[in-house]
């Protein structure tokens, strides 16, 4: 899902010199602190605790799809289980109840991982989660991380990204390079694509470009993101984001796949191409919300997608 960001003007120039002697002239303050000034928290919300130590044992590849998206999703399937260098041990693929499966997806998932290949050649598990209801768009990471905390899997590696992407050969693996913790135990979500956005604005990674997480690091709160307003339930990276920051996570930019917001391109290790007759499909970009955040499904653009993140900003500010 693709989407262009305005710059900032060089009118701007003057409020960053301002905002960079405040910043100079305070003293320092630790993440700790800056978290007690944001709001408060349910204790059901509070951050999991999750081992730090090496390399994932697991590593997952998710995504989620809709009914009329799914039949035209296999290149995407393919690139992840038969087309990378470091393949993910399982791929999950969540849907809600009405949506049908296509018959090569059907074939894919009722595959034997091992069948007819050596150990050292194993294709990954492709499993279908078929979910009660559908919580939206932000199914691509808890359905995952539902399934892997369910099986008393707390340190596996999430990858998550989008259904109309066909992602480059490399990018599970740089994921996998990168999956650790950073000073004392905080732990870090990776992404190929980070922009400011919403009301208040926070760094938010999009999953256009793969975003990576341990599973025990999966904030509680991101499980409920099916039960907010659609300014929140249909703006997926933002809300995890916050939910991320919310529970101290830091979100970095992974280097080797990092958006040329000029060329508008990013590089072939992580994305091969996108996937066109997809995208355009039922696309996020086109969901607009009223004054109450109710969504209207088409006639939006990205700047609908970025006052959507505003809306939902101040709704979650405001405890909403």
């Given at each position: 899902m693709m989407w262009r960001y305005s710059l900032v003007g060089a009118g701007s120039l003057s409020a960053l010199v301002v905002f960079c002697l405040l910043i100079f002239d305070q003293p320092a303050v630790d993440a700790a602190h800056f978290r007690q000034d944001q709001p408060s928290l349910d204790s059901a919300f509070v951050r999991r605790e999750v081992s730090c130590s090496g390399q994932p044992s697991r590593v997952a590849f998710s995504l989620t799809t809709t009914a009329k998206r799914i039949e035209y999703i296999q290149p995407v399937i393919d690139a992840i289980v038969t087309g990378q260098t470091r393949p993910p041990d399982v791929v999950y693929v969540s849907v809600g109840p009405d949506v049908k499966l296509p018959s090569w997806l059907e074939t894919y998932s009722a595959q034997d991982s091992a069948a007819g290949a050596s150990s050292s050649q194993k294709l990954p598990l492709v499993r279908v989660l078929r979910q009660d209801r559908d919580p939206g768009p932000g199914l691509k990471l808890i359905g995952a991380a539902r399934e892997e905390l369910a099986a008393g899997h707390r340190d596996t590696l999430i990858v998550y990204g989008d259904d109309d992407v066909v992602y480059g050969k490399d990018v599970v693996n740089i994921h996998v390079s990168r999956a650790h913790c950073q000073g004392e135990g905080q732990q870090v979500a990776w992404g190929s694509r980070l922009i400011t956005a919403g009301d208040p604005k926070i760094p938010v990674l999009e999953a256009t470009g793969t975003i990576s997480i341990l599973s025990?690091?999966?904030?509680?709160?991101?499980?409920?993101?099916?039960?907010?307003?659609?300014?929140?339930?249909?703006?997926?990276?933002?809300?995890?984001?916050?939910?991320?920051?919310?529970?101290?996570?830091?979100?970095?930019?992974?280097?080797?796949c990092k958006m040329d917001w000029v060329q508008g391109t990013m590089s072939p290790r992580c994305k091969e191409r996108d996937l066109e007759e997809?995208?355009?499909?039922?696309?996020?970009?086109?969901?607009?919300?009223?004054?109450?955040?109710?969504?209207?499904?088409?006639?939006?653009?990205?700047?609908?997608?970025?006052?959507?993140?505003?809306?939902c900003g101040k709704m979650l500010v405001g405890g909403q």
């Open positions: 025990g690091a999966v904030p509680e709160r991101a499980f409920v993101i099916g039960e907010t307003a659609d300014a929140c339930k249909f703006s997926d990276d933002f809300y995890l984001a916050y939910t991320f920051r919310e529970a101290g996570l830091d979100l970095k930019l992974l280097d080797e997809v995208r355009h499909i039922g696309a996020l970009s086109s969901v607009s919300v009223d004054h109450r955040g109710k969504a209207n499904r088409g006639g939006g653009d990205w700047r609908d997608q970025l006052r959507r993140y505003e809306m």
